[in-house]
């Protein structure tokens, strides 16, 4: 979906076109949705940026939601003061400065860096659904070298890498009790 951005007077106006998959809530919070890892909620009436988990929180989570909040501080857009933890669990938020010029939205650029921030993760994830296509495909369709036919694995007495002869046990020797 296509999100128009105008930023400045009505004389001087420069228009910016995102694309990004992206809701607008009910309450005017717009949702971002193209990040692999975290939901993103702009919430102009608040002036609130809240980084979201995905599907559970891990550490991936958190470095990307750090590099998040970590770009947007260095653009000017949001104080490091202000980012905290969320309200909802592994949520990460901060406060958008007020700007120094009336004509100048601080939502509408938070929205311009935060595409540009999803802009520059992104060959990371296509990298990452790569990598994770390729071993579903080496899983489900397997070269030759690496499979073998029903009834091509030749008998043996013993298999495999356990040793079923020693006693595996928290409380005893295992190298000294065998069975024959």
């Known amino acids: 979906m296509a999100i128009v951005i105008r930023i400045g007077e009505k004389a001087n106006e420069k228009k910016v076109r995102l694309e990004l998959n992206a809701r607008q809530s009910l309450n005017g919070d717009v949702m971002i949705f193209d990040h692999g890892d975290i939901d993103i909620v702009l919430s102009p009436t608040n002036k609130k940026i809240t980084a979201f988990p995905k599907d559970t929180m891990s550490d991936l989570v958190y470095g990307a939601q750090n590099r998040l909040m970590a770009h947007l501080i260095k653009k000017g857009i949001m104080t490091p003061e202000t980012v ?38 992104r060959p990371y994830f296509e990298n990452l659904e790569a990598i994770i296509s390729m ?18 694995v030749p008998h043996a007495v013993e298999k495999g890498s356990i040793n079923h002869k020693y006693i595996r046990d928290p409380y005893s020797l295992n190298y000294m009790y065998t069975f024959e």
């Open 84 to 121: 905290q933890a969320g309200s909802f669990y592994g949520a990460l938020e901060g406060t958008i400065q007020e700007s120094a010029k009336p004509e100048i939205s601080g939502p509408k650029l938070a929205l311009i860096n935060i595409s540009n921030f999803i802009d520059e993760e």
């Open 135 to 152: 071993e579903d495909d080496g899983l489900v369709h397997p070269d030759k070298e690496d499979s073998t036919e029903l009834g091509e």
